[in-house]
């Protein structure tokens, strides 16, 4: 034992004090070190990946930091929103309950715009535990709930209130096919129709298939046009690229499929599957910690300008969805992996698959212009390369 460990065992803080105060520390600065501190903290064997009494001690975990910001509970008077099992228990013939959403909210300022609000929210369930191995689900989401803790100390902290109302939400059961969101929409603690935008973030800190470095993509613009603009203004910062996509591209795969039912504009926001996905190997030594504090910084500025604009955006009932910068992203994910054949030791045929989809979007892109068959062909190819290649 070390003496700090010592005086941290006399004075009955938990065993590791830096990362504590690392965790604890009240800035409206989103420092690298306290991000990491998140996720070490999150992906760590107290809680077991996440699932099932695991989740629920994560649960109390991210209700206390809302609750040392000062944060209002988002479920009347409580952090919690419990989910309620679809069948009754087998022995007790009762409803239960299969995990709990946690949520907070900061009060909007404009007396016109307050009833309004703005979801920022990230899943913070796992795997868990199977067959003695730890699913510690680093990237898979302890990288979206640390920016998601730090975007709400910053408004928690920060002098001026947002116009808008921001609700901060943490999901459970989003692995088990969106339970936490969907019910989340079922009972809402605030009307549905007036939410007015979804932001989520799943997965913030490695990139897609080791290839796509200085990427993070935005999924969901298209759904707005107010946010297709905001998405295509905002800077992030030296270091990340921004690649938008539209969602459709890689169907529902994460909170926003709920959300995007109901007509609420959204974004989501991640840097992609990875070697790592859903492994025992998704640890939190592996994450690019500078990259997730770019991600974290670019979803604090959206969320800012979201709440403080004049005007919200609105659905898109026919969005435009010929996007060449769609086209522009897809095409560097599949030049990269043709490029890099140490990485990537494709078979002959898949290799031929995977130039032919580089060659037709090479002519796209000289062409400068998505034609409606482009689109047909793309989607299908996108899930093409998605179930074979990576
Ligand atoms: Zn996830």
New binding site residues.
Partial sequence: MTGALALAAALSLPSDPWLSWAEAELSVEIHTHELRAHVYRLASPEFKGRRGPGAARASKHIADAFERLKLQPLFKDSYFQPIPSLVPDKETGKEGFVGRNVGAFIAGSDPALKDEWILLSA?FD?VGVRDDKLYP?AD??AT?VAMLLEVAEYFALRKERPRRTIAFVAFDQ??VGLLGSTHFCVDPPRPIRDLKVFLTA??LGRSMANVMDEYVFVLGSESSPQLRKLVEAVKPEEGLKVGRLTAELIGTR?DYGPFRDRKVPFLFFSTGQHPDYHKPTDTANRIDYEKLRRNAILIRDVTQQLADADEAPKWDAKPDVLDIDEIKTVHALVRRVLDRKEQFPLPDKKRELVEGVATRLEAIIKRDKVTAEDRTWLLWNARLLLATVF
Wanted: aromatic fraction near 0%.
């Fill in positions: 899943h796992h689900g898979d989401n979206g989003e692995e799943d997965m994460s």
